[in-house]
């Protein structure tokens, strides 16, 4: 079964600061991972996705997270945090080409504060 | 183009009332969910339908069912609300069964006393 921890439920960084929020999974075939943001009283709206190919993904809003086989990771990074991106982050994972289970399954979340 | 729409934005039920939650979706996605989001848990799912014509129960379906009406539209009813099921509901949309990515509604806000 695949599963997905996103360490720290929450982070706080000062604007212009280096954003980074981490999350594990595991996932029994190539996963497809995902990052979605929830901003106070909305839905999830993806940031960015990984499925195949290049492992670096580039995502909306200057979000960045790097897929790693290796430590089986998929850290979400920003270079400069700034006021709008307080918000809570979701990590997720999907069973990816040769599986079948396709449903998404999700991190707890990690709340992101930013500090003037 | 509205996306995924939900219906109502909040809603306040006694133990025991029964409600049904509305969601449509005006991009033609052949999938749709129903989540729950409550403290600490993340989201959950509570049941899909991988096409029209089809549902199934996901991680959660204890205490719902679901309607896939028709390609558009996916209801979640709850027979006798609980306290257990006060909690924010989303619905979302998928283009395809197979690892697409889901397009989220703006959920319900439900409280059950």
């Known amino acids: 079964a695949q599963s997905v921890t996103q360490l720290g439920s929450h982070v706080s960084v000062s604007e212009g600061a280096l954003v980074l929020l981490r999350c594990n999974y595991s996932?029994?075939?190539?996963?497809?991972l995902f990052w979605y943001v929830q901003y106070p009283n909305q839905g999830l709206q993806l940031l960015l996705k990984?499925?195949?190919?290049?492992?670096l993904v580039k995502g909306i809003n200057g979000f960045e997270a790097e897929f790693k086989k290796s430590e089986t990771s998929f850290h979400l990074t920003k270079p400069s945090a700034h006021m709008s991106d307080a918000a809570e982050y979701f990590c997720?994972?999907?069973?990816?080409?040769?599986?079948?289970?396709?449903?998404?399954?999700f991190g707890k979340g990690t709340l992101l504060t930013v500090n003037p | 183009n509205a996306g995924v729409t939900q219906t109502p934005k909040f809603q306040v039920l006694k133990t025991g009332q029964s409600m049904t939650l509305q969601c449509a979706q005006d991009?033609?996605?052949?999938?749709m969910y129903w989540y729950r989001q409550d403290p600490g848990m993340g989201l959950r799912l509570i049941y899909y339908?991988?096409?029209?014509?089809?549902?199934d129960k996901g991680e959660v379906p204890n205490g719902y069912n679901v309607s896939r009406l028709n390609k558009r539209e996916f209801s979640l009813r709850l027979e006798s609300a609980a306290p257990s099921q006060t909690s924010v509901y989303f619905c979302?949309?998928?283009?395809?069964?197979?690892?697409?990515?889901?397009?989220f509604g703006p959920g319900t806000r439900l409280t059950v006393t």
């Open positions: 979302a949309s998928s283009e395809q069964w197979g690892a697409n990515e889901q397009y």
């Open positions: 996932s029994s075939v190539p996963p497809y």
């Open positions: 990984y499925t195949t190919g290049a492992t």
């Open positions: 997720a994972v999907s069973e990816g080409s040769g599986g079948s289970n396709y449903k998404l399954t």
């Open positions: 991009m033609n996605h052949n999938s």
């Open positions: 339908s991988a096409s029209e014509g089809t549902t």
